[in-house]
């Protein structure tokens, strides 16, 4: 039982540079969600899936864009990183939107932009 | 501004020790969950709750929402070293769609 999975697990980048975090679920699940976890901050959402095809801003978009490619894949891309987009970031799904039955999460990708 | 805030921050116990963390909002949830952390893995849900005052018990872990359904604690009794982690609440406010995390308490459980 995968779950959800997310690559890579580690990357350094340069200010600048671009990179795609890799998300894919094995769950059958409508949504997806991608967030950072910052120390003091908490997890906060960077943008969510509702479902194939849709995609909505979260807290803090800004930086980033997203693909929903199918169901079972969804995308980060950071275009041009910043030394403040050092963080986790964490690949999550649920069956609907709201939470209400749970996000499952994949184990997160370091990033750090130097 | 978080919109949930949890207390206290970090914690440190001994085994054995009862310990109570808490989740609070001026905002109403329809539904609140928590979920326990471990480090260099993701957060892994351990309940929800849905109706205020509601309470569920976990094996010696404790979840009651708030008859308001604005706050949650989450109680552990007799800890262990294995529930050292970070815990984190969760809710999705009566407005919107978006779910919020909060800061989430830190336990040590020294054996």
């Known amino acids: 039982n995968a779950g959800v999975t997310q690559t890579p697990k580690f990357q350094v980048l340069k200010t600048g540079q671009s990179m795609t975090l890799q998300c894919a679920q094995d769950?059958?699940?409508?949504?997806m969600y991608w967030y950072r976890q910052d120390p003091g901050m908490g997890l906060r959402l960077i943008y969510y899936?509702?479902?194939?095809?849709?995609?909505d801003k979260g807290e803090v978009p800004n930086g980033y864009n997203v693909s929903r490619l199918n169901k079972r894949e969804f995308s980060l891309r950071l275009e041009s990183a910043a030394p403040s987009q050092t963080s986790v970031y964490f690949c999550?799904?649920?069956?609907?939107?709201?939470?209400?039955?749970?996000?499952?999460f994949g184990s997160g990708t370091r990033l750090t932009v130097v | 501004t978080q919109l949930l805030e949890q207390s206290p921050q970090f914690l440190s116990i001994q085994e054995g020790e009862n310990l109570t963390v808490y989740c609070n909002s001026s905002?109403?949830?329809?539904?609140l969950q928590w979920y326990r952390q471990e480090p260099g893995e993701g957060p892994v849900l351990l309940v929800t709750?849905?109706?205020?005052?509601e309470v569920k018990k976990l094996k010696r872990l404790t979840f009651q929402f708030g008859d308001a359904r604005k706050d949650s604690s989450l109680h552990i009794t007799a800890a262990q070293p294995g529930d050292t982690g970070l815990y984190l609440c969760?809710?999705?406010?009566?407005?919107?769609?978006?779910?919020?995390f909060g800061t989430g308490t830190s336990l040590t459980v020294i054996p």
């Open positions: 709750v849905v109706t205020g005052g």
């Open positions: 769950m059958n699940h409508n949504s």
């Open positions: 899936s509702a479902s194939e095809g849709t995609t």
């Open positions: 905002s109403v949830f329809s539904s």
């Open positions: 969760a809710g999705a406010p009566n407005t919107g769609n978006q779910f919020y």
């Open positions: 999550a799904s649920s069956e609907s939107t709201g939470g209400s039955y749970g996000y499952t």
